[in-house]
T-cell receptor
Framework: DAGVIQSPRHEVTEMGQEVTLRCKPISGHNSLFWYRQTMMRGLELLIYFNNNVPIDDSGMPEDRFSAKMPNASFSTLKIQPSEPRDSAVYFC??????????????FGPGTRLTVL | DQQVKQNSPSLSVQEGRISILNCDYTNSMFDYFLWYKKYPAEGPTFLISISSIKDKNEDGRFTVFLNKSAKHLSLHIVPSQPGDSAVYFCAASVTSGSARQLTFGSGTQLTVLP
C-alpha cells in the first residue's frame, strides 16, 4: 500500500488567497484525521471523519477553515482566506476502527504551508 | 489548556546509553497512550503504546512505563542508536463511540550522539 498520500507537499501563497490541501487515506480505512503542527502548539487535531462523516470539528480554528470528505478515498482541507498565522505543516492521518483492533493512526508526509 | 505535556523540548544522549523521554497528562479519562516518532519531512509513525490497565509495555529496545497515580508516562530507549534521532510525540486517547481521538504533546527532539 502507498500509505496516506497528501498533496501538495509544499504550498506557498499570499495572504488572502484560498488554499486547498488534499488527502488520500489508506484504502479500507474508515477514519480520517486532519492535524496541524506548529512550533508553539505541536500537533493539534483539527477535525476527524468516520465513514466520511465529520465527527468532531472543534479543533478547526476559525470559519476560514473547512474540510470535506466526499468519498472514502479523498478529503480536502480548505483555508479561505489564508493568513500568515496559518503557516504550518498540515498532516492527514487515517485509521481503521474495528471491534478488536486498536485503531492506530497512519500519517501522511504532510503539507508545508507558507502564507506570505 | 494542554492536556498532554512534554516539558523537555530536546534531549541529547550518547550512543549506547539509555534515552528517557517523559510525558505528563492531566485528563484522568485517558485510557490509552502512544508514542510516535517523527523524522524531518515525514509524518509521525507509530512506535509503541500502552493501555491504562498496564504499567509497562516492552518492544525490543523500546519500553513505555505508565504511572497512573502520577499521570506520567515515559519512553525508555536502550541502547540508544544514532538512527533514533527524531522528534518523539507522546499521545493519549479516550475511548469514544466512533473513533479514538489522539491528543498529542508538543514533542521532544532526541539527538543520539555517535
Amino acid at each position: 500500500d502507498a500509505g496516506v498520500i497528501q498533496s501538495p507537499r509544499h504550498e506557498v501563497t499570499e495572504m488572502g488567497q484560498e488554499v486547498t490541501l488534499r488527502c488520500k487515506p489508506i484504502s479500507g480505512h474508515n477514519s480520517l484525521f486532519w492535524y496541524r503542527q506548529t512550533m508553539m502548539r505541536g500537533l493539534e487535531l483539527l477535525i476527524y471523519f468516520n465513514n466520511n462523516v465529520p465527527i468532531d470539528d472543534s479543533g478547526m480554528p476559525e470559519d476560514r477553515f473547512s474540510a470535506k470528505m466526499p468519498n472514502a478515498s479523498f478529503s480536502t482541507l480548505k483555508i479561505q482566506p489564508s493568513e500568515p498565522r496559518d503557516s504550518a505543516v498540515y498532516f492527514c492521518a487515517s485509521s481503521l476502527k474495528g471491534p478488536s483492533s486498536y485503531n492506530e493512526q497512519f500519517f501522511g508526509p504532510g503539507t508545508r504551508l507558507t502564507v506570505l | 489548556d494542554q492536556q498532554v505535556k512534554q516539558n523537555s523540548p530536546s534531549l541529547s544522549v550518547q550512543e549506547g546509553r539509555i534515552s528517557i523521554l517523559n510525558c505528563d497528562y492531566t485528563n484522568s479519562m485517558f485510557d490509552y497512550f502512544l508514542w510516535y516518532k517523527k523524522y524531518p519531512a515525514e509524518g509521525p509513525t507509530f512506535l509503541i503504546s500502552i493501555s491504562s490497565i498496564k504499567d509497562k509495555n516492552e518492544d525490543g529496545r523500546f519500553t513505555v512505563f505508565l504511572n497512573k497515580s502520577a499521570k506520567h508516562l515515559s519512553l525508555h530507549i536502550v541502547p540508544s542508536q544514532p538512527g533514533d534521532s527524531a522528534v518523539y510525540f507522546c499521545a493519549a486517547s479516550v475511548t469514544s463511540g466512533s473513533a479514538r481521538q489522539l491528543t498529542f504533546g508538543s514533542g521532544t527532539q532526541l539527538t543520539v550522539l555517535p
